[in-house]
């Protein structure tokens, strides 16, 4: 549905006119805004308070009746801590092996029905299939994730996350060591076109930036390393295609590298800080995570078999 912004709605909220056009609630238009099917001059709609002007063309792509009525079920079995919590965000510590939202590879027991579980409030709160969520962290990886209770704190906080005023912070133990104790990759990331469930660097990807420290280094039993990675942006697997291309691949990495010394069968990577400004209070908020059991126990396995190597950790 394609519509010409008539004088009549010259200054308008951009979802009050979405809503108009279609008859859907604005709660409804939310959810179709964050999943970007509302298209303004060809741009996908970010915030629905924009105003329109005369002469734009707003486009609303209507899903089917049965997938507006859609709802995921809670469920209060799905086990997740929450650090802090008040009417506008949720800041969980997701564990290992948690997916995060409803997708091709999984539709039940996610962080998003677990959150609607403790929250009913999120069922209204952007896209259907994965209510209040900001962004996301693979199922393998731990640590710190971003919820919103409302649309309003769901808009501001996604595009902050667009401009990266979102520091999101990650340790992780790679094979081997980088060769400068700090730097940046910056590298396209895209699908693979040997497996559609693989990323890789490809010229014709995305824009995709990692930082890294390198904080410990040991030799034995096999050269690896403790860094701390930030991004600058967020494509899927960035931080391990990144690693890879640049010969340290994330230990326990089955999908982009090899090496797994500690039988641990998931990548060693834990979203350990993260930190943002508050949607309604613009206070600076900012948390921390301590790895999980199966990556203290990688790290202090390696410190054990090099007790001389230096460390610039807090843990």
């Known amino acids: 549905m394609r519509e010409e912004i008539p004088n009549a709605l010259d ?28 298209i303004r001059n060809e741009e996908k709609v970010v915030n629905g308070s924009d105003r329109v002007t005369k002469g734009d063309y707003v486009e609303v792509e209507k899903p089917a009746e049965e997938e507006m009525s859609q709802a995921l079920v809670p469920d ?31 539709q039940d027991s996610t962080l998003a029905h677990g959150l609607l579980a403790r929250y009913p409030e999120v069922a209204e709160v952007g896209a259907l299939e994965r209510p209040g969520i900001v962004h996301r962290l ?21 595009e902050a996350l667009s401009s990266r005023e979102i520091h999101r912070s990650y340790l992780t133990i ?9 730097g940046t990759i910056e590298a396209p990331i895209g699908r693979s076109r ?23 280094t040991w030799r034995n039993p096999d050269p690896a390393s403790l860094l701390r ?16 291309a640049i010969d340290s691949p994330v230990l ?23 930190a943002f400004l508050h949607p309604v209070s613009a206070e600076e908020m ?30």
């Open 11 to 38: 200054g308008e909220r951009v979802d009050r006119v979405a809503s108009l056009m279609t008859g859907f609630s604005r709660s409804a238009i939310a959810r179709l805004i964050a999943d970007g099917k509302v």
């Open 76 to 106: 209060a079995s799905v086990e997740f801590e929450v650090v802090y919590e008040d009417e506008a965000v949720i800041v969980v510590d997701k564990p290992i092996g948690l997916v995060v939202h409803a997708g091709a590879g999984r």
């Open 138 to 158: 693979d199922r393998d990886t731990s640590g710190l994730l971003i919820c919103a209770r409302t649309n309003e704190a769901l808009t501001y906080l996604s």
């Open 174 to 182: 790679v094979a081997g060591c980088p060769e400068a104790p700090k």
């Open 194 to 216: 040997r497996s559609r469930t693989r990323m890789t660097v490809t010229e014709d990807g995305r824009e995709a930036r990692t930082h890294y420290e390198v904080l410990e």
């Open 229 to 244: 990675c930030t991004l600058d942006t967020g494509r899927t697997h960035q931080i391990r295609v990144h690693l890879r």
């Open 252 to 274: 326990g990495d089955s999908t982009y590298g090899k090496k797994d010394p500690f039988g641990v069968g998931r990548p060693l990577l834990h979203a350990a800080e993260i």
């Open 286 to 315: 900012s948390f921390t995570s301590e790895p999980p059991a199966d990556f203290r126990r990688a790290l202090d396995a390696f410190r054990a078999q090099n007790p001389d190597s230096a460390s610039s950790s807090s843990f």
